[in-house]
């Protein structure tokens, strides 16, 4: 299916709909084709790992546990003495 620009912007839930059933959007700027929307695979969406490190963090032997990272970083900003 395509869409234009201007059918993105009013028509979002209907186009959202539209690939939530399976089907590929094609959304053209100028009668150019600009973007696709595409749905989400089951396997990419368990992908997603809350807190985890990603891209240069990732491989970080110092940075284990992200939320202890954090205030360690932190640490002293706040306290008052």
């Known amino acids: 299916m395509q869409a234009t620009a201007k059918d993105l912007r009013f028509y979002t839930k209907e186009l959202l709909a539209t ?20 749905p989400i695979k089951e396997e990419e969406s368990d992908a997603i790992q809350p807190n985890g490190l990603f891209g240069m ?24 003495d």
Do not use: Q, S
Not at 28 to 34: D, H, Y
Not at 66 to 78: E, L
């Open 19 to 38: 690939v939530g059933r399976g089907e590929e959007v094609i959304i053209t700027f100028r009668g150019k084709p600009c973007a696709k929307l595409i």
């Open 57 to 80: 963090w990732k491989d970080n032997a110092e940075v284990e546990d992200v939320n202890k990272y954090m205030r360690a970083i932190r640490k002293g900003r706040f306290d008052v």
